[in-house]
Structures are given as structure tokens and as C-alpha cells.
């Protein structure tokens, strides 16, 4: 049991939830779901495009909204809670961050590689300067040993983040795993730990569990696991685990699940499963951005998207990297003529 301890819960369905409906959330929907989980209790509600600020493109898909009317779209409703953002340097810009601040964005997550916490120096000195919450969120934590993760976490406390995140960005690890990697940075770190989980293997509540069991203060979910790849954590769900281990999350659960199932089931494209090509995600390594990338380039080119994702995880392609999905695929067809 827990003793008690409190977990705060990041919930990404207005942000990795982007993925599942091919960005195209409209500004009733923002305001539906933000409104909702403020409504439940929810401390950090994190809006964007899937890829983070700046995200909207050719590469990663063009979202319906620009991000300044997705932001005014769940500012408003958002009372109790905190409007969070995610950001990845490179893809989203100091600018973008600046304007997101003025629209009363209260925490962002700067998002790297798990070996590049040096991206996101300045991005977290300047959310601090601005008097925003900075979460250093290291992707594809897999990757790398546990020692390389703690190093990395120690350079994103160095810079004056808030928080740090290991992500198990393609929904790779075990719960040993996790619990080897969130461990050894709750050790290391004088900060809290938070834990952000994919379900490409169905260990995404399980994970996070064994992040909590570690130490870990913050977690992450999406209402009706709507994410990436196979999803995320259900927030209802864990926030029914939890509170059934006796840990603090402050949500409602009746609450949590009516949001879930009254607000953010209605506007799903599809069922939230684990279907082949998303259970690849997570054996191969694979981030779970890529999922319907590599759908389309299986179609064009007339190729299995299993082979062309454990083709991907060979090459240890990364996030920011989905331009060369089409490329690897058209080398596949080459190779089979």
C-alpha cells in the first residue's frame, strides 16, 4: 500500500489523444474535454498538437486548430487546474512558448531524446523566467541504460526544471524496466519523478504502477487511453488503481469516468485497441507517433507495416524522425523487387 502518498496526474488527451484523431480536435471538443477534467479534479491539462507546439505540418499532420485557438479554446473552462503544454525544440520554438505563456499556459513539458536533455537548456530557463511550471520529459527512455537516464535527469535539474519525466515513449518497457529507470532517477534527483506510459504491450497501468512503487510523484494518462501507437494509461482507470492502493490523486472517479465516457468516447475515430501493427510499436522500440505514418507508407507501397516498423527499430529511429518513414519503406520495396 501507499501510505497515503499523493500523485499528481498529467492528463495528455487533448495532446497525445491528438494522434488517434488525426489532429483534428475542434474548439467545442477543447472545451468540452478541458472543461471535464477540470470539473473531475485534474491538476494539469496538457492541449496541443500530438507533436507539441509547432507540431502542425506535413511531416507530423496538420491539426484543425492553430495553436493559439486550441489554447483559447481550453483556457477559459479551465478554473481549478493548470493548462499545460508540451514542446520539443526544434519543432516548437522560444516564440511559440512566449505565446502560449501569454495565453495563460501555467506548466510545459520540454521534450527530448532521452540522451539530449541539452535542447532544452534554454527552453526551461525561459519558461521558468516567465513564472511557468518547466517539466523536463525525456523520450524513448528504452533506449538507453538506466545510468544514462539518471545523467540526463541530472542536466534537466541543473537547468531548473520542476519536474522529470522518464517516457516510455514507445510503450517498450516491462515493469522491471521501469522500475529500474524511474528508481535510479528518484534516487538521483532532488526533484519529483514523473512516469508517462504507452500501451502498445497493455502495460501501461501496470507500468505506472511500478513507477509509483518506485517513487514516482507524477504520472500520466489519457481519458479512454487515447494516444499514440495502442494509447496511453487510462485515466480512469488509474485513477481507479490508485485510489484503490490508497494513493491521493484529487479526481473524481465517478467524475473522471463520465468525462471518459460522455465526452471523449463520442469523438474518438476508433476503439483505442491492440492491433498488430501497434503491438510491433512496442516490441520493436518503435515511438508510437509512427504508427500512422507507417500505416500510410504499408499501403502506398504495398508492404507489411510490421516489417517496415521492426525496420525502424533496427535503424533506432526516434521522434522528429517520421519524414523517413516513407523513405525506408520505398527502400523496402526496392530490396523485395
Known amino acids: 500500500m501507499s501510505g497515503g502518498k499523493s500523485i ?192 502498445n504491450m497493455t502495460l501501461a497501468v501496470a507500468n505506472s504502477l511500478a513507477a509509483a512503487q518506485v517513487g514516482a510523484g507524477f504520472l500520466d494518462g489519457t481519458c479512454r487511453g487515447l494516444g499514440a501507437g495502442a494509447g496511453n494509461a487510462q485515466t480512469e482507470v488509474l485513477a481507479g488503481v490508485l485510489d484503490k492502493l490508497g494513493y491521493r490523486t484529487g479526481i473524481d472517479f465517478f467524475g473522471i469516468m463520465d468525462v471518459a465516457e460522455g465526452i471523449v468516447e463520442p469523438m474518438m475515430h476508433r476503439p483505442q485497441v491492440i492491433n498488430n501493427a501497434a503491438l510491433m510499436l512496442g516490441y520493436a522500440g518503435v515511438y508510437s507517433s509512427f504508427l500512422l505514418h507507417t500505416y500510410r507508407s504499408a499501403e502506398k507501397f504495398g508492404l507489411d507495416p510490421r516489417k517496415i516498423l521492426v525496420e525502424l527499430g533496427k535503424r533506432r529511429m526516434v521522434g522528429g524522425q517520421e519524414d523517413m518513414i516513407i523513405d525506408v519503406a520505398y527502400r523496402m520495396l526496392q530490396a523485395k523487387g
Open 8 to 199: 499528481r496526474i498529467v492528463d495528455s488527451t487533448l495532446r497525445d489523444g491528438s494522434h488517434a484523431v488525426s489532429h483534428q480536435f475542434d474548439a467545442e471538443q477543447i472545451a468540452a474535454v478541458a472543461g471535464g477534467l477540470d470539473a473531475a479534479g485534474v491538476e494539469y491539462i496538457e492541449v496541443a498538437h500530438g507533436d507539441g507546439l509547432g507540431g502542425a505540418s506535413c511531416n507530423f499532420g496538420w491539426s484543425k486548430l492553430t495553436d493559439d485557438e486550441m489554447l483559447r479554446a481550453a483556457a477559459p473552462v479551465i478554473r481549478k487546474g493548470k493548462l499545460t503544454v508540451l514542446l520539443l525544440p526544434g519543432i516548437g520554438t522560444k516564440k511559440d512558448l512566449e505565446m502560449a505563456a501569454g495565453l495563460g499556459v501555467k506548466a510545459v513539458r520540454v521534450a527530448i531524446h532521452v540522451t539530449e536533455a541539452d535542447i532544452g537548456q534554454q527552453h526551461i530557463g525561459l519558461a521558468k523566467k516567465m513564472g511557468m511550471e518547466a517539466f523536463g520529459f525525456l523520450m524513448m527512455s528504452h533506449m538507453v541504460p538506466p545510468e544514462k537516464v539518471v545523467e540526463q535527469a541530472r542536466l534537466f535539474e541543473s537547468y531548473g526544471a520542476d519536474v522529470v519525466y522518464v517516457a516510455d515513449s514507445a510503450g517498450a518497457m516491462l515493469p522491471d524496466d521501469v522500475k529500474a529507470r524511474v528508481g535510479a532517477v528518484v534516487e538521483a534527483v532532488n526533484i519529483p519523478v514523473g512516469f508517462h506510459a504507452h500501451n
